[in-house]
């Protein structure tokens, strides 16, 4: 029995809701818009991705089981905490929650270097988004924050294009849209 590539819908679930959440971090999309940034992270970014990592983890991958299930986490975490705790939490708080997301991130990363191109850009391109994401809060500096943003969409940009390439590439059985061959 054939399975499907589950990397597509992780891949789009993780671009939408990173795209989302990046209008606003850049100052592009109100804050009012978090409602709907909550919403794509509880259904898309959150579920879709962990069912996506639950499926990779049946193909035997363990870097996308590993990575859709943890940033399918992170939506879930992100959602539940600007929902239910975000009001009165210290903003050195959320510097550290992202700071440390910045460092798995980054040990995501390295895990790339044996995997495609594009998938390294996401993911050195998402190390930069958590930490200047992070160091915001940390040193009080609201325009690191909306530089983290507009790293954002550019991760969201790659991870896009990631999700459709292997959509194109898987379905008409060539490449269609390159991806950067493997190391």
């Known amino acids: 029995m054939k399975l499907a590539n589950p990397a597509p819908l992780g891949l789009f679930g993780f671009a939408l809701t990173t795209w989302l959440l990046s209008m606003i971090n ?4 109100p804050a009012a818009g978090m409602g709907m940034v909550l919403a794509m992270a509880f259904a898309f970014g959150g579920t879709a991705q962990f069912v996506a990592g639950m499926m990779e983890m049946a193909t035997g991958n363990t870097f996308g ?3 859709f299930c943890a940033y399918g986490a992170f939506w879930w975490s992100f959602a539940l905490f600007v929902e239910f705790f975000a009001k009165g939490v210290p903003g050195l708080m959320v510097g550290w929650y992202l700071l440390l997301w910045g460092f798995f991130t980054l ?11 594009t998938l390294q850009l996401i993911f050195g391109v998402l190390t930069i988004t ?5 160091l915001g809060p940390l040193l009080g500096s609201p325009q690191l924050s909306v530089f983290g943003g507009y790293f954002g969409l550019l991760t969201a940009i790659l991870a896009f294009y990631l999700g459709a390439a292997e959509i194109a590439n898987g379905t008409h059985g060539r490449t ?5 061959a493997r190391v």
């Open 65 to 67: 089981f590993v990575a």
């Open 107 to 117: 040990a995501m990363f390295i895990g790339t270097l044996a995997l495609n191109r």
């Open 26 to 29: 850049a100052g592009l999309m």
């Open 130 to 134: 958590f930490l200047l994401l992070a």
């Open 176 to 180: 269609i849209l390159p991806i950067g």
